[in-house]
């Protein structure tokens, strides 16, 4: 063994009470150096050959110096690097020495709110899992390929892994291993192979390229003529899918960059090109199989029952496809892209067939045309897409008289207040988000993000005396339309974020408030009724109001991804509306944080990475957790005897 850059020589090494030492010989009595375990910070596993010998780890000390070992055969090397690793992972990481580890060590970082003190951390890196033990804290696996972000700030002295609910910054101590940790991070997190399950995925297991491509479809393609059908400029779309290989997760798709053709090109020969399909090898011949059922019925359950065989990201990514193309030929009278010719395209496509099989295309043609029966399809969720489409549409038709010659909406936003010295005029591509346009107002006045600021953009209505923060992913064109002349986007702080961030992680909430109805009345949309005390549940999927706590049988039921919220009293919209009431400000903005929390996960933007790490506040002595009746019945034990249920009941958090 010997430092990098030079040749191995062979030593006689031992470890012993936890110093590692490496001799001249087993004759040697002085060692020619010396590692404690408490200087040791990491271990690195390496690939075959990578040193120019197949059995290698590397350790890193405390004083940023590099030692490289090789064995001469896998037992021995397996055996060092389990006993090394022993020896300096601390008892309360002791779960990482079970994992076949590619690198494991110690490094300082800091997450969640606790941005002023940096914390031990104790990481493993296994495959594209990075696990993770800092102080006080049970472990957790951090999925490397479906983060949001991943970049090194700070002069290359912070790593930033950046995912749903979490940010978490990786600080830098010593030059070697923090390098080395950076560049297995960064290669863990890009895509692994072909198949789709070694492809950066979003958080809901599809592959990034996958939905990078419908959403610019969708944005700018929904109404051009031959869409799929049209082939793009070969060149550009071998880039394309290149780039996407080596890091989808920083490709964005651009109008006027990147030509629709092309992207609808690069998507298909994705899906083309998939190792083992999109069906899989192994159940693409019963899917076509499938065809030949002549009772649609019993045709609709087999498709049912080969779905839910298909691995968790095939199904997903089958769900998104066909979700894209069911919307395709929604407007075919635009685009003349109908069913049937949808289905000859991404037939053989994605059945990796050569196209004399016309099974392949009526497989693809049942799927998109029984799409809502075969994937039990919410149609309100549906049919408020389609109605964003069309708002994309009819936002695109306006490009002609209200743009620049890129095809861009020009539209005026607000910087913090709404006056005219606070105008700006930003150019709005279909893809732009809320985030997006925040980062790029903020950018554009030189305007730092402290810590803990937490910008977003606002759908303000100043008459009414209402607004609705975006969440960071809502599109701004469809906005923009839907709004009309009577709304602003306002780009502000939320000045409540520190009172609403511990609730951002809860997904339930109970409790009275105060509910009004304004119904038509007698047709003419005239407001009527007063407020009334009312008993709610919030929960993931619904919220349900109740005459009193003891109640049995909801009085209303919505689904609570339909629901738009705002903040604020909206006295012209059109009935019927509800609104909902609390006795204090605070009381609100827990349940405002729920419903956010509930719709669209975090209001977070990438102008803020501060994301609340997983604890809870202590706002409660009732169980928040369990059925219905067991939450109702706490609250009618409560009202009866409080101290009683405080006495018998676990705080939250």
């Known amino acids: 063994c010997d430092q990098v850059g030079k040749d191995f020589s062979r030593r006689w090494c031992t470890l012993n009470d936890g110093t590692f030492s490496y001799y001249e010989s087993d004759k040697n009595a002085i060692p020619n150096g010396t590692l404690k375990d408490s200087d040791i910070v990491c271990l690195a596993v390496d690939a075959p050959d990578k040193h120019g010998f197949e059995f290698t780890f590397e350790l890193y000390s405390e004083s940023d110096r590099l030692y490289l070992f ?4 896998p037992d021995s090397h397996k055996e060092w690097v389990k006993c090394i690793a022993k020896s300096f992972i601390p008892a309360s990481a002791e779960p990482l020495l079970r994992l076949s580890f590619e690198r494991i060590g110690r490094l300082k970082c800091k997450d969640g709110l606790n941005l002023q003190q940096s914390k031990v951390g104790w990481f493993a890196l296994t495959g594209s899992t990075l696990h993770v033990y800092l102080e006080k804290n049970k472990g957790e696996e951090i999925h490397l390929r479906k983060l949001n972000e991943l970049s090194i700030q700070q002069d290359n002295e912070v790593l930033v892994l950046v995912e749903k609910g979490r940010t978490l910054y990786i600080e830098g101590e010593r030059k070697l291993d923090f390098a080395g940790w950076c560049a297995a991070i960064q290669a863990a997190a890009g895509s692994g192979g072909d198949t789709l399950s070694q492809q950066q995925l979003t958080e809901t297991d ?3 390229i996958v939905l990078s491509c419908i959403d610019y479809i969708t944005q700018c393609g929904l109404t051009s003529e031959g869409i799929y059908r049209k082939s793009g400029v070969n060149s550009r779309v071998a880039a394309l899918c290149e780039r996407f290989r080596q890091d989808a997760r920083s490709l964005r798709l651009k109008e006027g960059e990147h030509q629709v053709d092309d992207v609808s090109n690069t ?26 059922i002549q009772d649609e019925n019993e045709k609709i359950s087999e498709y049912k029952v080969l779905l839910d065989r298909l691995p968790r990201v095939n ?21 003349q892209m109908n069913l049937h010719n949808l289905a000859i395209v ?11 099989d016309y099974t392949a295309g009526r497989a693809i043609e049942d799927l998109i045309q029984h799409y809502i029966l075969i994937f039990e399809v919410d149609e309100q969720q549906l049919n408020k897409q389609l109605e964003e489409i069309k708002a994309i549409i009819k936002m695109r038709e306006k490009l002609n008289t209200k743009t620049e010659g890129d095809g861009h909406f020009i539209c005026t936003v607000y910087l913090e207040e709404l006056k005219a010295t606070a105008e700006q005029h930003v150019k709005i591509p279909g893809s732009m988000t809320a985030a997006e346009l925040a980062y790029e107002v903020l950018d554009r006045r030189n305007i730092p993000v402290k810590e803990k600021d937490y910008w977003s953009c606002w759908e303000v209505c100043e008459k ?14 469809p906005i923009l339309h839907s709004v009309g002349n009577e ?3 306002l780009i502000k702080k939320q000045p409540a974020m520190d009172a609403m961030i511990t609730y951002l992680v809860d997904v339930s909430k109970h409790g009275m408030m105060k509910f009004r109805e304004e119904r038509a009345f007698l047709g003419l949309g005239l407001p009527t009724g007063n407020f009334h005390d009312r008993f709610f549940i919030l929960n993931s999927t619904s919220l349900r109001m109740y005459k009193d ?17 705002y903040l604020g009293i909206k006295k012209k919209l059109r009935p019927p509306t509800w609104y909902l009431c609390c006795e204090t400000q605070t009381e609100m903005r827990e349940w405002y944080a729920t419903f956010l929390s509930i719709q669209d996960g975090l209001q977070q933007s990438r102008v803020s990475r501060v994301l609340p790490d997983t604890r809870h506040g202590n706002v409660s002595l009732i169980p928040l957790r369990g059925s219905e009746n067991e939450m109702r019945n706490s609250v009618a034990a409560f009202s009866q005897d409080a101290l009683a249920v405080s006495q018998s009941a676990n705080h939250w958090g």
């Open 70 to 73: 090789g064995t001469d055969d």
């Open 346 to 356: 991404f037939g053989p496509t994605l059945f990796q067939t050569d196209g004399k």
């Open 315 to 335: 199904k997903a990514t089958l769900q998104a496809l066909i979700n894209h193309l069911y919307c395709v030929q929604r407007f075919a009278d635009l685009n």
């Open 487 to 489: 709304s602003l986007l």
């Open 206 to 208: 599809i592959p990034v």
């Open 267 to 292: 998507l298909k020969r994705f899906f083309r090109d998939l190792e083992e399909g999109l069906f899989t090898t192994e159940n693409g011949s019963n899917w076509l199989g499938a065809t030949a």
């Open 464 to 477: 009414e005396e209402i607004e609705r923060p975006l969440h960071y992913q809502e599109r701004v064109l």
């Open 549 to 565: 706590v003891r109640s049995n049988k909801p009085e209303r039921d919505w689904g609570v991804k339909n629901l738009k919220i």
